[in-house]
């Protein structure tokens, strides 16, 4: 049966990574995306309060096996940016630390984003920074294949800030088209994670994006949003057609884990389980229409 799984998202770095876990397994979840940097910082590695030592990896498996859950997989540091200051080889030297730490935690698969160009919107620079990418992820390729870690290329938008508004618009990654171009230029070792709420919010035909990607697809981040901004909601608290996409899921064969990516930042601790549990509940019928199990 495939796994229920949550994200850290919004209480991991209140918590702890322990008491994260424990919080995981009492909603009722069996796999965790664990993420491998704080929300505060996120271009930087970190196991959960500042922790990057990889013997500290293998305890939080220790722990999370002991409690019956695994890690379904982890998300690599992401922001950078190629006129910020974020050069390959230094992106490149992070992404190698998380997929150490992601074996270390038992995973196989570990999301990550692409560099991107401050101005690369809808088409413009857009094969240039594919290209970029592509050289980046081609040399990280044999390292992942030395640890026997699959990393998941996840669906992008970008924002502008022009005249007082904010719009998030296409970049690179922004279609199951361009992600599949991406996935099948790299071969083994890399696979699709695609984020429900980004394809969304770029005006994607989210079950065609599905059949695009087809096989590709190993992995999701599940959250809703009104088509507007990156909110991270509980799924139905949206506009998004989620049915639609369970649909398609269940059309092309989908074979990974039901992960939900909800941001539980402003839940107040004391309610969080209650929050959790409705993501979990859901996660529960989308796994019945998908595989007819018992709700």
């Not at 890399?190 to 590709?216: M, Q, W, Y």
Request: aromatic fraction near 10%; hydrophobic fraction near 40%; glycine fraction near 10%.
């Amino acid at each position: 049966m495939r796994k229920l799984s949550v994200a850290g998202y919004g209480f991991f770095e209140r918590l702890g990574p322990e008491q994260s876990l424990r919080l995981v397994r009492s909603a009722g979840f069996d796999a965790i995306d664990y993420p491998l940097y704080d929300e505060g910082k996120r271009l930087f590695f970190d196991l959960g309060g500042g922790r990057t030592n990889l013997s500290f990896a293998k305890e939080m498996r220790a722990l999370a096996e002991d409690l019956g859950i695994v890690v379904g997989q982890t998300h690599a540091p992401f922001g950078y940016r190629e006129d910020d200051g974020s050069t390959k080889d230094g992106v490149l030297d992070v992404y190698k630390r998380a997929a150490e730490a992601t074996a270390a935690l038992g995973a196989k698969h570990m999301v990550v984003h692409p560099i991107k160009f401050e101005n690369c919107r809808f088409d413009f620079r857009r094969e240039e920074c594919f290209q970029l990418n592509l050289e980046l992820f081609s040399r990280l390729r044999p390292f992942l294949e030395e640890v026997g870690v699959t990393a998941l290329l996840e669906n992008m938008f970008i924002t502008e800030k022009k005249d007082g508004f904010t719009r998030l618009l296409p970049t690179i990654y922004s279609t199951g088209a361009e992600l599949a171009r991406a996935k099948d230029a790299l071969g083994d070792n890399f696979g699709v994670c695609l984020d429900s709420g980004h394809a969304f919010i770029t005006k994607e035909n989210i079950p065609e994006t599905v059949r695009t990607i087809g096989s590709r697809l190993l992995a999701l981040h599940l959250h809703d949003n009104t088509g507007d901004r990156d909110d991270h909601l509980p799924p139905y608290f949206g506009k998004m057609p989620l049915d639609a996409l369970v649909a398609a899921l269940k059309e092309t064969g989908y074979q990974g884990n039901l992960n939900f990516e909800v941001r539980f930042t402003a839940v107040p601790q004391t309610e969080l389980l209650t929050a959790m549990r409705y993501v979990h509940d859901v996660g529960v019928s989308f796994r019945h229409n998908l595989d007819g199990e018992s709700l």
